[in-house]
């Protein structure tokens, strides 16, 4: 039996407890408990200095504060990590790299770092042994300058080494490859087979091919190898994605995507599965682009994957002698490089990207090609007026020291590369002469004339790492601090400079600047946990300094054994 006191005490117990709930809501309005919790660190936000740690909920940075401010955030579920001193900065963000190239690149013979061609030869032998049968065997990352004799290869390493096996080895660039014989055979390259447009097949003194192809002539032989099926893609992915976490990425601007890769993409996205955040500009091929402009941009909800633009490819690259000048090359009279694209071509796919919504990022490495892609752009300022275009050039290594101002003012964003400039700087002097290095790597300059940068890596071509980019940016020395002093000191930029071009500049060059970029309150959790701090420490430790963890939209999808 229930008294009426009984009755009463429930109705009050309920009215409280509905009070309590109520409360509840209301904190949990202003005071969203938090999925996970950084405290104890060094937070680097211009906004809040001083910040040691941060709360975050729902992939999105709630609060930046002291400890004291945000344990408030911490409910019954929350993760909280103390970063015992450990530094915060806003999420690596490589503006400009292949992730699926990093994919194959690793599941490929790993030719970076040979010092010899007999040394490239014995890596291939050994995969040939490992792998055996007659498929094909790839690899990459070789480069004659590193060579004691600087020459291009010939094919008769492999053939000794590997017999009737097919073969295709680039170079670090990916501009020049090497062939064996049975892979000319089956592409059908003999002496007869005429240089196709924007390539080279290069002979020997009797007009044989021998094994070397740049640009479109690797092209020849690529077009002929079996594609993979979608298990080896996902593997390649897969490995691209953990090798990018390990080295404080949490996302990428992934310069030529088909759309075939843009669905798989998506369809790892909308299961949840995309944990590395991906902004793709699509291939200028034919099917791709009229694929992508029939769509439109495409935006996930959680922003994980967007594809709004396009890459477009002017010139080769100065090591193959592919990149385009205005002048001849200082060690190949009469040969100026190479345009990859056809002209008309290059200015129609701009406009129709343009139309369609899309930025455009155009690959030019010499000042030719630049100085092309800066006409183009200004052309379409004029013709369509487009309210935010955001052009890019990708690269943007050798300009002329006239358009150099051109950059900020047609709203040009240089997507650049610093440690493209150490790897290259050795020998760039032999391709341009002295009189044409003040404008070639020239950040700083373009920086000054208030022109906006982003930073990557263009990796598989160089490595992934981060830490070498801002140490390349703030030395222009190798890492052991040759040449002192630093090759074109006056490029020199400062640490902050360096750390704001790899994070908030990517983000504004994917025009995510509001939600991406800096650590503030409502930005996506992408952040980078670091055992030192970039913006302060001497140039030489980013060299030693190691991640320690890397968050993507809030979780925490890498943290150092
Ligand atoms: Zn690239």
């Not at 964003?413 to 003040?438: F, K, N, Y």
């Amino acid at each position: 039996m229930t008294s009426a006191k009984d009755n009463a005490m429930r109705r009050l117990l309920t009215i409280l407890i509905s009070l309590l709930v109520l409360a509840g809501c209301q904190s949990a309005s202003d005071q969203p408990e938090a999925t996970l919790i950084l405290m104890g660190g060094h937070v680097i936000t211009t906004e809040r200095p001083g910040a040691t740690a941060l709360a975050i909920s729902e992939g999105r940075i709630v609060a930046v504060g002291d400890d004291a401010t945000i344990n408030n955030f911490q409910g019954p579920d929350t993760k909280v990590v103390n970063l015992e001193g450990a530094v915060v900065v806003p999420g690596f963000n490589d503006s400009h790299c292949h992730l699926y190239g990093l994919g194959k690149a690793l599941s490929e013979i790993d030719l970076n770092g040979t010092g010899s061609p007999q040394e490239v030869v014995s890596r291939i032998a050994k995969a040939h042994l490992e792998q055996p049968g007659d498929s094909w065997l790839q690899g990459r990352g070789w480069d004659q300058n590193d060579w004691e004799v600087q020459e291009y290869p010939n094919k008769k390493l492999l053939d000794d080494a590997v017999g009737d096996r097919p073969v295709l080895v680039r170079r670090v660039d990916g501009h020049a490859a090497l062939a064996s014989s049975k892979a000319l055979e089956l592409a059908g390259i003999t002496a007869d087979t005429p240089d196709p447009d924007g390539g080279q097949i290069i002979r020997d003194a009797d007009g044989q091919p021998t094994g070397v192809l740049i640009d479109n002539g690797v092209g020849l032989v690529r077009a002929i190898i079996p594609s993979v099926g979608s298990d080896e893609m996902a593997r390649r992915v897969n490995l691209a994605v953990e090798h990018c976490h390990r080295f404080g990425i949490t996302g990428v601007h992934e310069a030529g995507v088909s759309w075939g890769r843009v669905q798989y993409y998506k369809s790892l996205a909308d299961a949840g599965k995309l944990n590395l955040r991906i902004y793709a500009l699509l291939n200028d091929v034919p099917e791709t682009l009229d694929a992508g402009f029939a769509h439109g941009p495409l935006h996930t909800s959680d922003d994980i994957l967007t594809v709004r633009a396009v890459k477009l490819y002017v010139d080769g690259a100065l090591g193959s002698r592919g990149a385009r000048l205005l002048e001849d090359y200082c060690d190949h009279s009469g040969h100026r490089g190479l345009f990859v694209t056809d002209l008309d071509h290059l200015r129609s796919a701009a406009r129709r990207a343009t139309e369609a919504g899309f930025q455009v990022g155009a690959h030019a490495i010499g000042d030719e090609a630049n100085r092309f892609m800066l006409d183009v752009y200004e052309e379409l300022n004029n013709s369509l007026k487009p309210a935010d275009a955001r052009w890019r050039i990708e690269h943007s290594q050798i300009l002329s020291p006239a358009d150099i101002p051109r950059f900020a003012e047609l709203g040009v964003i240089a997507a650049m590369q610093p440690v493209h400039c150490t790897s290259d700087m050795d020998w760039a002097a032999d391709r341009l002469c002295e009189d044409r290095l003040p404008g070639a790597y020239a950040g700083n300059t373009l920086l000054k004339t208030g022109a906006h940068l982003c930073f990557g890596t263009d990796f598989p071509v160089e490595r992934v790492d981060p830490l070498a980019g801002l140490y390349a940016a703030r030395t222009r020395t190798h890492a052991d601090g040759t040449p002192i002093g630093g090759w074109q000191a006056q490029e020199i930029i400062t640490g902050e400079q360096a750390l704001e071009l790899y994070t908030a500049g990517s983000a504004y060059a994917a025009f995510m600047e509001n939600q991406l970029g800096i650590i503030e309150k409502g930005y996506y959790a992408d952040l980078t946990v670091l055992n030192g701090n970039p913006v302060t420490c001497e140039p030489a430790e980013l060299l030693e300094m190691k991640v320690e963890m890397t968050i993507v939209a809030g979780e925490i999808v890498y943290q150092a054994p």
